[in-house]
């Protein structure tokens, strides 16, 4: 029963991340990022941050330039 609660909880953050192949090169794409929130204010500045750092783990890792 326990389980089946935490399989069903509400993230406030849910990203996703995929790849693809743009020319020869194999590339990281963010598929999708959803941010829940009642503020529509606070929930633009939270898109804001989480996309610098999706932004940030991309080129740090070496993914993009």
Same mark, same amino acid.
């Given at each position: 029963?326990?389980?089946?609660?935490?399989?069903?909880?509400?993230?406030?953050?849910? /990203?996703?991340?995929?790849?693809? +192949?743009?020319?020869?090169?194999?590339?990281?794409?963010?598929?999708?990022? +959803?941010?829940?929130?009642?503020?529509?204010?606070?929930?633009?500045?939270?898109?804001?941050?989480?996309?610098?750092? /999706? +932004?940030?783990?991309?080129?740090?890792?070496?993914?993009?330039?």
């Amino acid at each position: 029963m326990e389980s089946e609660a935490i399989l069903n909880k509400q993230y406030q953050y849910e /990203v996703e991340v995929g790849h693809a +192949k743009q020319g020869s090169h194999h590339v990281l794409i963010l598929k999708s990022l +959803k941010v829940r929130d009642d503020n529509l204010a606070d929930v633009v500045a939270q898109l804001e941050a989480c996309l610098e750092s /999706v +932004k940030e783990i991309f080129v740090e890792g070496g993914f993009t330039q």
